[in-house]
Structures are given as structure tokens and as C-alpha cells.
């Protein structure tokens, strides 16, 4: 209308005179045609381009954070990128224009939402600082008094045995400031509560009156419960090769039992987590169910998963070099719902025989070199778990496995195996996990004379050839995953707790060198602060007792096997080392030609490069993480920056003291469905480890020097390169 007006106001106008009176011809189609052009040009100068919000803040706010007030508004903040005078002029990061319509809508959906949660007389205004193409935008907020809640009437509820318990810890409390959002929630935990006890039909009505002078409110919520019902019959439709009766095994609730929202929600957990069926929901059947009725009809509808799955993987991993794995999963297995599960894994592929193909020449697999322990072979692992998930409870899962594997960790042990192992795991209410394993193994390992010796002045060839033989471990375990994340492969709110214990013994089948208990203890949490940026930390403690063991008769240690002692470094800990570079170490002459004199050997001359470097673990452990994930300014949506402080601490209690390491580092994630794939750059500011020097020569060790200290500056800067996140 606005444009029509000028056109007419364009075409009524009265063409100019000349001095003298005369009048200019112009051709009215000339005349027109330059309106026109003014028309497309003159707005584009009159409008202004849009401006970028460089600030939005909050002042005055207390019943409300910012990140709640930030969710209830249309205008959004920029990112940090494009915020910060340091980094702005780059003009990197996501821009956020200013539209003066959602603005002033803004203030009005601001005061509805104080006045929600019962601040009747808030005060919201604006201060709003513009630049030719900023704006910088401060609410402030004057909440003023709140509403409170006098009385909060609960009716209907005499009636249902253990009131108390149903009406605990409410949302809403007398007292609290009268907000009818956390009145809503009342409700709505009220009848989730009630149709948890067998009331299938609660149902809740709320009514609420407020005096604004006396600024009192009195809230009442009427509850109709029900009848009280029981579960009578459970119909499972869909089922073919899976026989109703392994459906019937899953379900969290039975005929007989009061009925529950909460067990039919675990009774479609168990059914998906089962792997039998791609598609399941356990409801009310409403078609034969009377409401008035003191029974409930179930139906179970489900869609059975295809009979075998196989799958297969390649990856790379700065400790493992090129890895492949494969597997094969047969469903129902011979009937009753068992899952048969077929793995096998390969690593170290490029540089351990008999796949060298010198990858470690490059920057690929630079860390590992295939003449040192841990990375000279191939690494392999061959299973098959046959597991029957509702063994004696739907919550529970027996899992029977036969393994045969080689598996090392770099520089420290090469352990080559074959074993069977039988574990129990239970998801209880709140979704916790806990398991019972036994598994007993027989093998050698393979670990530096140094490393073996560890606890002894000087050890035989009859004693490391004890330690290193085939020996028999058996172990039991158990385990408890306490998670609450929004996300298990990259989460971003949440906690999560893990606690473990390991006992070998004789008495469980181990040898008498293989004794140990281990203790590991583990917590996450994870705290969003905006919508795309996250605060994580951890906390990782761990303890071995071992107890004095005799070797060959004569020695005694206190001796824990390699493949069962701490080790610290790497891209899940302390980025900051290499892998299993922090922590206790040991150093290694192997040369039979130097002359030893065993009366004097501390004024031995060492060899110039003959010394090779060996951690040897500990029985002490302590790693602690905390980790800022922030969008990229550059495709926020793919790659995350990370900016991280690790400390770590390894040692052993009876040979030496704890020194804490720390050490910060930056990193690059590229996020994937199947979790983030990550580059991490750890700094290291510390002189190298120093550690007891030995020799081996002639069939023994001998330690050489108690302390010794290489030469040389360690890398100060390390990189990890892995898939999913550190913790």
C-alpha cells in the first residue's frame, strides 16, 4: 500500500515549470518508467541492513537463570566467536540478526513467564545500546515479590495405602513461591505415582484462587484414583520363529501383580535389549478393558528381528595401528531366546608380524616400533558368548564365553591366553547395571626382565622363567554402572559412576603368583552451559593389594602380574604422556658381552644408547579430567573445539612416592553417528621419569643403579588421535 501511494502520488504530480513559465515535456511512458526506478531503488536506501546481535544479557534475575530466560525468547545471542572484540574482527562464528518485532515481543513473553511462576508484579525493560550494525541488549528485570503458596489441598487420596510416600517431595511445597508450572508438575507426579501403585485411570483436576494485595495463594488438586486393578491376562501377537512363551519371559510385570506404567516401560526395555525383536510396546488392552473394572488386559505386540546379523569394522587408533574385527550373531539360537555371538579382532596390523609392513616409518603408526614389546606381533581375540537373556528374571542375563586372544599394552606386556568365562548381569529399577564374573584363563606373559623384577635386588633365570610361564588365573568380578546421561555415546548432561573389584586367588583357581584384589572406582559428570557448550570432568581412583608370594622358595613379593597393574598415559587419561608414559619406570641394558663386577656394580659404565625404557604400572592410581566442549566457529553442527587439564598420578605404594602430574592440551572433534572422532594435543612441561636401571646378562638382572635419569627432552607436545569421547 505503502509503495501504491508513492506511485499515485508519482503520477498526480503536477510536471516542473521553467523559469518563465514554460513547462518541461516528458513523455508520460518516460515518466512512469523513472517512478519505477525510484520505487526499486529508494527503499533499499531507506531500509537498513539487518543488525547483528552482539550481547544478550540478563539483569535483575534470580528466580530465573539465564539459560531458562534465553529458552523463553525469540532473540537469540550470537555465538562466542562473534561476540568477543579479541576474535570478532576475524568475522568468524554464527550470527544472530535482530528482528524488532520478536524484541518487543520478548519483554512481554518474559513478564507471562514471571507471572507463570507467580511474580504478579514484575517489571521487565530494555536497555539497548546500537551501532550502525550492532546491538547490544540488556533485559532488566524487577521480579518484585512473589505469590505464595498458603495451603495446597490434596483430595482423593484417603484412601490409597502409603499416602505418605505417594505425596513425598512434591514439586510444589506450601511456602514456595505459587508457580503454576511446578503446580502442573504436581499433578502430573501425582497420577505417574498412582498408576505406578495399580490405579491404571488416576486422573487429576487442579483449582487455585489468589489474592494479590495479601500476595497468598491456596491451591487444591482433586485426584480421582480408580479402582485399584491387577494385571489378569497378557496377549503377545507378532511372534513367529520366537516362541510367546520368551516374550512372556521378558516382561517386568505377571498376571497376578498390581498393575504399573513404570514395569510396563521396563518390559519394552527388556524386549529391545533382548536383540530378538526390532519393535515392541507392552500396553493396556483397550479393546477388553472396563475401566470400571478392578482387572487390566495386557497386549504385547512385537516385530522380530531378522535371524542373523553380521557386521564388520576397520579402524585406527594411535595404539593399535590399523584394526579390523568381524562377528556373526545368531538370534534364537536353538530356540528359548538365546543369542549366539561369533567375534573376532585384529590389531597392530602394519607393524606386528606377520603383517610389518613398515607403517611405523611414517607418521601413521610413528609410536609404535615392532621390536618392542607390546607392538612386535599381531594382536588377535576369537570368542564365542552364548548368552540367555530373563535368566530367572526378566532383569537379568547369563552370558557363557570361550575366548582365545594375544593382547598387549605398548611397552609394558604381551600376554597370549585361551580361557571360558561365565557372567550374571542384572539393569535394576533406576537402569543401574550390575554383573557377577567368574573366568578363568591360562597363558604366559611376556614383559621386561625389569619389569618382572621389579620388587627384587636381583632376579634368576628360575625366576623369571616362573613368572613368565603358563600359569592358571582365575578370577571373580564385580561390577556396578550407576549412568543418568541424556546420551551414552557423547552425553552432555548427566552423571554416571562406575565401581569395580577384581579377586584372584587360589582358591578360585589362580596360581600362587597371580594373587591379587583390585579396586577401581570411577565418576563422570557432564553440565551443559549453553545450548552447544559442555563442562565435563572426572574422577578415576584405583588400588591393587597383593600379598607376599613365594618364588621358587626363596624369593618372596608382594608380585601383581603386568596384565593386572595400573598404567597411565594416553588418550583416555592424561593426554599429556603417551601411552603408559606416566607413572613408574624402569631401565633395561640387554647385553651379554659388558664385563659385570656383582661386588661393585654401581660404578658400572653404561653403554651410550644401549638403555631401552619400560613402565612397569603400579598398584596406585589416581587420574582426575575436566574438559570444555565449545561449537566451532567454522560448521558448529560437525566439529567441536575442546580446551582440557588433566592430572594424573601413578605409583607403588611399597617402592616409591606419588608425584601428581598436570598437564593441559587442546582438541579437534568431528562428530559422527557413531560418536565423536577426536584429535587431542596434550602439553608436557616435565623432565623425563626417572627410574632403577638394570641388566640383563648371562640367564639374569641385576639392578645397577637405583636412580637413573636419561638424557635427552621428552616431547612436549603429544597427540592422540581416537574415536568416541575420553570419558
Not at 507378532?238 to 512372556?248: A, H, I, M, Y
Not at 661393585?600 to 644408547?609: E, H, N, R, T
Request: aromatic share 8%; with cysteine; hydrophobic share 40%.
Amino acid at each position: 500500500m505503502k509503495k501504491l501511494g508513492i506511485l499515485q502520488h508519482a503520477v498526480n504530480y503536477e510536471r516542473p515549470r521553467l523559469s518563465g513559465g514554460r513547462r518541461v515535456s516528458v513523455p508520460r511512458g518516460a515518466f512512469l518508467a523513472l517512478c519505477a526506478v525510484l520505487l526499486a531503488v529508494v527503499p533499499l536506501r531507506a531500509q537498513d541492513e539487518p543488525l547483528i546481535v552482539r550481547q544478550l544479557s540478563f539483569k535483575g534475575n534470580r528466580a530465573l537463570d539465564a539459560t531458562q530466560l534465553s529458552a523463553a525468547i525469540a532473540t537469540t545471542n550470537s555465538s562466542w566467536f562473534a561476540r568477543s572484540g579479541l576474535v570478532r574482527w576475524i568475522g568468524m562464528g554464527e550470527k544472530r540478526e535482530f528482528n524488532e518485532v520478536d524484541f518487543e515481543r520478548d519483554v512481554l513473553r518474559i513478564t507471562l513467564l514471571y507471572r507463570k511462576i507467580g511474580y504478579m508484579s514484575v517489571a521487565v525493560d530494555t536497555l539497548v545500546r546500537r551501532t550502525p550494525k550492532d546491538i547490544y541488549i540488556t533485559f532488566v528485570i524487577d521480579e518484585g515479590p512473589p505469590v505464595r503458596l498458603d495451603s495446597l489441598a490434596l483430595n482423593g487420596l484417603d484412601s490409597v495405602a502409603g499416602r505418605a510416600a505417594l505425596v513425598r517431595d512434591l514439586p510444589l511445597q506450601t511456602g514456595d513461591p505459587f508457580s503454576r508450572i511446578e503446580l502442573d508438575a504436581t499433578s502430573d507426579t501425582l497420577v505417574r505415582r498412582l498408576r505406578d501403585r495399580g490405579y491404571p485411570d488416576a486422573l487429576a483436576f487442579q483449582s487455585f484462587e489468589r489474592e494479590k494485595t495479601a500476595l497468598v495463594a491456596r491451591a487444591a488438586i482433586d485426584v480421582q484414583t480408580g479402582p485399584h486393578a491387577d494385571i489378569t491376562t497378557i496377549a503377545v501377537s507378532g511372534t513367529r520363529r520366537v516362541k510367546p512363551e520368551v516374550v512372556l519371559s521378558l516382561l517386568a510385570t505377571r498376571p497376578g501383580q498390581a498393575f504399573s506404567q513404570e514395569e510396563l516401560y521396563r518390559s519394552q526395555r527388556n524386549l529391545y535389549r533382548s536383540e530378538l525383536f526390532s519393535f515392541a510396546a507392552v500396553g493396556i488392552d483397550s479393546a477388553a478393558y472396563d475401566p470400571a473394572s478392578d482387572s487390566v488386559p495386557l497386549t504385547v505386540r512385537v516385530g522380530e528381528s531378522k535371524p542373523r546379523r553380521a557386521r564388520g569394522s576397520v579402524g585406527y587408533a594411535t595404539e593399535d595401528c590399523i584394526r579390523v574385527g568381524a562377528g556373526i550373531t545368531f538370534r534364537n539360537f536353538a530356540g528359548g531366546g538365546r543369542i549366539l555371538d561369533i567375534t573376532g579382532r585384529l590389531s597392530k596390523i602394519g607393524v606386528g608380524e606377520p603383517t610389518n609392513w613398515g607403517l611405523e616409518n611414517g607418521t601413521m603408526c610413528s609410536q609404535l616400533k615392532p621390536d618392542t614389546l607390546g607392538s612386535g606381533q599381531v594382536n588377535y581375540s576369537v570368542a564365542v558368548a552364548l548368552r540367555r537373556p530373563a535368566f530367572l528374571s526378566p532383569h537379568n542375563t547369563l552370558s557363557t564365553t570361550i575366548f582365545a586372544d594375544r593382547r598387549s599394552d605398548y611397552l609394558v606386556y604381551l600376554r597370549q591366553e585361551v580361557g571360558a568365562g561365565v557372567s550374571l548381569t542384572r539393569e535394576t529399577l533406576r537402569q543401574a547395571k550390575l554383573g557377577l564374573t567368574y573366568a578363568y584363563t591360562y597363558g604366559s606373559t611376556q614383559a621386561s626382565p625389569a619389569s618382572f623384577c621389579v620388587s627384587l635386588e636381583i632376579c634368576s633365570a628360575e625366576d623369571i622363567d616362573q613368572l613368565s610361564s603358563d600359569q592358571g588365573l582365575g578370577a571373580l568380578g564385580l561390577s556396578a554402572t550407576f549412568p543418568s546421561v541424556n546420551n551414552p555415546l557423547n552425553p552432555t548432561r548427566g552423571h554416571r559412576s562406575t565401581v569395580q573389584a577384581t579377586i584372584s586367588a587360589q582358591m578360585l583357581g589362580s596360581s600362587e603368583t597371580q594373587q591379587f584384589i583390585q579396586l577401581v572406582a570411577e565418576r563422570a559428570w557432564y553440565r551443559t552451559l549453553s545450548r552447544q557448550t559442555v563442562l565435563s570432568g572426572r574422577l578415576r581412583l584405583g588400588t591393587i593389594w597383593a600379598p607376599l608370594s613365594s618364588l621358587n622358595g626363596v624369593s618372596e613379593s608382594r608380585y601383581v602380574p603386568p596384565a593386572s597393574r595400573f598404567y597411565a598415559g594416553g588418550p583416555n587419561d592424561v593426554r599429556g604422556y603417551q601411552l603408559n608414559g606416566l607413572g613408574p619406570v624402569n631401565y633395561l641394558i640387554d647385553n651379554d658381552t659388558v664385563a659385570v663386577d656383582t661386588t661393585d656394580l654401581g660404578s658400572m659404565a653404561i653403554p651410550p644408547g644401549a638403555v631401552r625404557y619400560s613402565p612397569i604400572g603400579g598398584n596406585m592410581l589416581g587420574v582426575a579430567n575436566v574438559e570444555i566442549r565449545l561449537p566451532s566457529p567454522v560448521l558448529s553442527r560437525v566439529f567441536k573445539w575442546v580446551a582440557f587439564v588433566d592430572a594424573g598420578v601413578l605409583w607403588d605404594r611399597y617402592q616409591n612416592q606419588p608425584e601428581v602430574r598436570v598437564t593441559p592440551g587442546v582438541g579437534l572433534r568431528l562428530v559422527t553417528p557413531l560418536g565423536p572422532v577426536r584429535l587431542d594435543v596434550g602439553y608436557n612441561g616435565y623432565s623425563q621419569t626417572p627410574g632403577a636401571l638394570y641388566l640383563s646378562q648371562n640367564d639374569a638382572v641385576y639392578k645397577i643403579r637405583d636412580t637413573y635419569l636419561p638424557g635427552g627432552n621428552p616431547d612436549r607436545f603429544v597427540f592422540h588421535f581416537a574415536v568416541g569421547q575420553p570419558f
